[in-house]
């Protein structure tokens, strides 16, 4: 199943990660959508999870970790729910 919701900093959709779990679908400054991407080189972050801007390598510089809070989206998210359930 996937939603969608529309902001004033841009739009968002769930879907579904490998694993089973809902991510949101991201989009970058370009306005599309910012494909989730695992970190390949070693160090402390190696195998974590980010957003980055899907025209890598010329990007737009935007980028953020999966697992970091973004309580707007959670709350747009939330609201988007209750407006489904209620119509």
């Known amino acids: 199943m996937m939603a969608s919701s529309q902001s004033e ?45 899907g025209r890598w390598p010329r990007t737009c510089g935007f980028f953020k970790w999966v697992d970091e809070p973004d309580e707007v989206t959670e709350l747009q998210f939330r609201l988007f729910e209750k407006d489904t359930e209620i119509a």
Do not use: I, N, W
Request: proline share 7%; net charge positive.
């Open 9 to 53: 900093g841009g739009s968002f959709s769930m879907s579904r990660s490998r694993s089973g779990s809902q991510l949101p679908q991201l989009r970058c400054y370009h306005d599309e959508a910012a494909p989730v991407r695992v970190v390949k080189h070693h160090g402390p972050t190696l195998g974590k999870r980010f957003y980055g801007c």
